[in-house]
């Protein structure tokens, strides 16, 4: 009985697997990440340079373009999953 | 060449329903526009000041209506007072709401129990030592800020009223459902029971299985009762009058508390695979340094995303109904609600669908971190 249970969830599993909805999903989380990320580095470069009292924020620019490739590559790497 | 589909009468209703509908939308953001460069032209003569009053006075009332507040406005004059209780910097303070009149402009002094209030667009603060320029005891710094000090309020609110009736609803349901299923064990479901079986299917089958395969079982009450939850929140928030109306998952606070929940599920369950890729995510080792960081971001980010949809689409839905009341005052036409209130109800219906969409999402966003979160790993890494 548990057994068979089980493997009905198994071909559950594997039928819901081909479904667009997770990936809908999976989707939709990552342009939240993207911004997450960037704003996460803008923020730090922000700061950095407040410390250091740079007249031209050259720190943020850098971490701006950093955090873009970062996401970038983060996403790329997602999607070959 | 056969042109008659373009003559079809259905076509040709449906397509001047959009145009109709979007000249329209361009002409509310039109005349917003209008009214913000009003606006600004105001505030720097000085000439246009009437104009300006009018429309701030409409972003108010929208804005107002969809916060919360200390009391429950029925019509006209007629509210239901609430509990306010304070922690001051005397102790605990409490009163109902409609003691001290309705003021809120932070003109007047509040003594309640030896303790100096003002109360100011609905929140308490402590009192300026004096009356400032505009005539209240609120006190502002140059950005504009309020400089006054809060006391903790942890008064029963507009949305915790709302939030608390809607519990009863659920576990009135949700108990009677179960015990229904106790009592008629093996037989065919019979009242609430055969409405709400198939969407307690649809979760189980749609949400949970497809995400969280085998280990389900253990996370179904959970995603249960946030979909239900979510789902007659929204649907009471679209009820104009008591007990809706009180806008409760458009309230950031709320949906943070949600999306907070969901992230301690993601943490606590997470097993070794899970903070495996954290930790050590399949990149070259000299990435390590960015690409850790990357991911601990990632896990943050995720419920605040589930925290700001619901939020945003919630707020969204309801100031889009207000400002198409509005646009009767603001054009100060009757016959504009003859467009405006057809719009509403279309606009409702909508917001009818999109309530049921947004506790969907949530759910199933909740099911797929956590099941993110306990999946085993896969051979072929």
Redesign the interface.
């Known amino acids: 009985m548990h057994q068979s249970d089980e493997n009905s969830d198994r071909k559950d599993e594997a039928r819901n697997e081909n479904q667009p909805l997770k990936s809908y999903a999976r989707y939709t989380g990552m342009a939240f990440q993207m911004m997450g990320i960037i704003a996460v580095f803008a923020f730090a470069g922000y700061k950095i340079d407040e410390w250091y009292g740079h007249k031209v924020q050259w720190v943020t620019a850098l971490a701006c373009v950093l955090g873009v490739c970062l996401s970038i590559y983060q996403i790329i790497r997602q999607l070959k999953e | 060449m056969d042109l008659s589909h373009i003559f079809n009468s259905k076509k040709i209703f449906r397509i001047s329903f959009y145009a109709v509908l979007f000249s329209f939308l361009s002409f509310a953001a039109f005349s917003e526009e209008h009214a913000a460069a009003d606006t600004s032209h105001a505030a720097a003569t000085e000439v246009h000041a009437e104009p300006k009053e009018k429309d701030e006075d409409i972003s108010k009332v929208i804005l107002h209506h969809i916060a919360d507040s200390h009391e429950w406005h029925f019509f006209g004059h007629v509210a239901l007072p609430l509990p306010v209780i304070l922690w001051t910097d005397n102790g605990l303070v409490t009163f109902m709401s409609d003691k001290f009149g309705h003021n809120d402009h932070g003109t007047e002094l509040i003594d309640a129990d030896g303790t100096g209030l003002v109360n100011y667009h609905g929140k308490f603060y402590y009192p300026a030592e004096s009356k400032s320029a505009d005539g209240t005891y609120i006190s502002h710094d140059s950005k504009g800020e309020i400089t006054n000090g809060k006391p903790l309020d942890i008064s029963i609110t507009k949305n915790v009223v709302s939030l608390l009736i809607s519990v009863v609803i659920l576990l009135v349901v949700f108990i009677g459902i179960a015990n229904a299923y106790k009592k008629r064990e093996g037989k065919a479901p019979k009242g609430m029971q055969s409405i709400l079986e198939p969407i307690i299917l649809f979760v189980r089958?749609?949400i949970a299985?497809?995400?969280l395969?085998?280990k389900y079982r253990g996370f179904m009450p959970y995603l249960l009762t946030v979909f239900f939850f979510v789902w007659l929140n929204n649907l009471m928030g679209l009820v104009p009058f008591f007990p809706g109306g009180a806008n409760l998952t458009g309230n950031i606070a709320v949906t943070m508390m949600l999306a907070l929940c969901t992230f301690v599920l993601t943490t606590v369950n997470g097993n070794k695979n899970y903070w495996g890729h954290v930790f050590t995510?399949?990149?070259p080792w000299w990435l390590y340094p960015?690409?850790i960081?990357?991911e601990i971001?990632?896990l943050?980010?995720?419920p605040?995303?589930l925290m700001?949809r619901l939020f945003a689409n919630i707020t969204a839905g309801h100031i889009l109904i207000l400002s198409l009341i509005s646009l009767i005052f603001i054009l100060k036409s009757v016959f504009v609600a003859g467009i405006a209130i057809p719009f509403v109800l279309f606009i409702s219906v909508i917001e009818l669908v999109v309530g049921f969409i947004q506790a969907f999402?949530f759910t199933?966003?909740s099911a797929?971190f956590i099941g993110m979160a306990v999946e085993e790993s896969h051979a072929e890494h």
């Open positions: 089958d749609d299985k497809p995400q395969g085998h995510p399949h990149v960015l690409m960081p990357v971001v990632g943050f980010v995720k605040v995303a700001i999402i199933i966003l797929l």
